[in-house]
């Protein structure tokens, strides 16, 4: 882009009154709003325009579409209203703030308003004044831009931030976990899970659940923080929903998290899921596996003993697993089976599957086949908690040849 152009107009503007601008400056701000925020080219000139005007006393002029002498639209907006590319005013209450991921951030958090709530970021160059978390400010000519799927608002060098005096309480309205987008939500959920965690910062993760549906949750370690209690009911205010891989799941670190009394149902949280069919495949990485040892890491380590996160460990631990799929007929279900449900439906303990690891020419691929040979194609019941179309199985029997089923299925079929 030109930006020599739009110097040029807005100097000419400014001349007509007697007033020279400086020119790199200028240049810079117009280069800043739409190379690094995302502006478009009309609203950056205006905004350097309007800044111009309040630093030589210049009355703006008003009319359609009129910016205030911060640059914003004057027109406020509601945090459920505000969408990628607005330029925003707003009111609302800071809920939430959470310590700044790099030198270039000054200040980042959640604000909220009655309609919800949106992350903000503060550049440490906009020399913006710092907010408390708790209170209310009027921020007018915030950027609001996309980051991972997510709108969220940048405080920038135009943006005017004020403090509103007021107390007044906000307590947003939870959302059903079905539906949940990307985002912050307030949620009423019961934990219905706790996983094993995979990373040193993590200090808890596991399944919400309501009424309507599961969710995963992780909570990073963090001065203060404390892990939830499984089968314990939450309202959770301002959480961050993320989406990966087209699944959701919620940050729940810098939430507001007060435990209730009392019990809800969950859907899918009952872990009674129940499904019996065929084994179709035994995908690669069943058998038995390296785990880092590392404390709460757990990841499966690769044939070189790599850890992604602790690289090299040879001071490993075995585990057995099995993923696979299960169909019944109608649907396919994606299988994991731990340790324990491992042996039971295998009959091959850990000890006999690291002897043949260990001593026999193929290692562990030895341990894979033996396991596929025991499993692929067998009928099976498992049972567990379904999340997403993976069945988490706590058990699995096989299951039985039974004569009179097959007398009925031919039967059916015409007696053949």
């Not at 004057?74 to 790099?102: N, Y």
Request: aromatic share 6%; glycine share 10%; charged share 25%.
């Amino acid at each position: 882009m030109d930006y020599s152009e739009v110097t040029d107009r807005i100097s000419r503007k400014f001349s007509k009154s007697g007033h020279e601008i400086d020119r790199q400056k200028v240049e810079g701000k117009l280069r800043r709003l739409i190379e690094e925020f995302g502006v478009q080219p009309a609203e950056a000139e205006r905004s350097v325009t309007n800044e111009l005007n309040k630093e030589f006393g210049i009355a703006p002029v008003a009319g359609a579409g009129a910016v205030t002498p911060g640059g914003g639209a004057t027109e406020e907006k509601k945090v459920a209203a505000i969408q990628s590319g607005d330029w925003v005013t707003l009111t609302g209450k800071v809920v939430s703030l959470s310590a700044p991921v790099s030198p270039a951030i000054a200040q980042n958090g959640i604000i909220a308003d009655e309609s919800g709530g949106i992350r903000f970021v503060v550049w440490a160059k906009s020399n913006a004044p710092k907010m408390e978390e708790g209170k209310w400010y009027k921020l007018e000519s915030a950027v609001a831009d996309e980051y991972k799927g997510v709108t969220n608002l940048k405080v920038h060098s135009g943006t005017t931030i004020t403090a509103v005096d007021t107390t007044e309480p906000l307590i947003p309205a939870p959302v059903p976990v079905k539906d949940l987008k990307p985002g912050v939500a307030s949620v009423r959920a019961k934990v219905v899970q706790e996983w094993d965690t995979t990373h040193d910062r993590m200090l808890q993760s596991g399944l919400l659940g309501d009424e309507t549906g599961t969710i995963k949750f992780v909570i990073w370690k963090e001065q203060g923080k404390e892990k939830l209690v499984p089968g314990s009911v939450y309202s959770i205010f301002y959480a961050q929903a993320d989406e990966f891989n087209e699944r959701l799941s919620l940050n729940i670190t810098g939430a507001t998290i007060m435990q209730e009394e009392g019990d809800i149902q969950t859907a899918g949280g009952s872990g009674d899921a129940e499904v019996r069919g065929a084994i179709v495949h035994i995908a690669p990485g069943s058998g038995i596996i390296k785990r880092c040892p590392v404390a709460g890491c757990n990841r499966a380590l690769s044939r070189q003993n790599y850890c992604p996160i602790h690289e090299i460990q040879n001071d490993f631990a075995y585990d057995l697993r099995i993923k696979g799929w299960l169909d019944d007929g109608e649907k396919t279900h994606n299988l994991l089976l731990k340790r324990d449900t491992v042996e039971a439906l295998t009959g091959m303990t850990l000890d006999q599957a690291k002897e043949i690891a260990e001593n026999n020419p193929l290692g562990m691929d030895e341990v894979f086949l033996q396991m596929r040979e025991k499993v692929l194609g067998r009928y099976v019941t498992c049972k567990g908690r379904e999340i997403e179309n993976r069945l988490l199985a706590n058990s699995c029997e096989k299951v039985a040849f039974d004569s009179s089923e097959h007398t009925k299925l031919l039967n059916r079929a015409g007696g053949a």
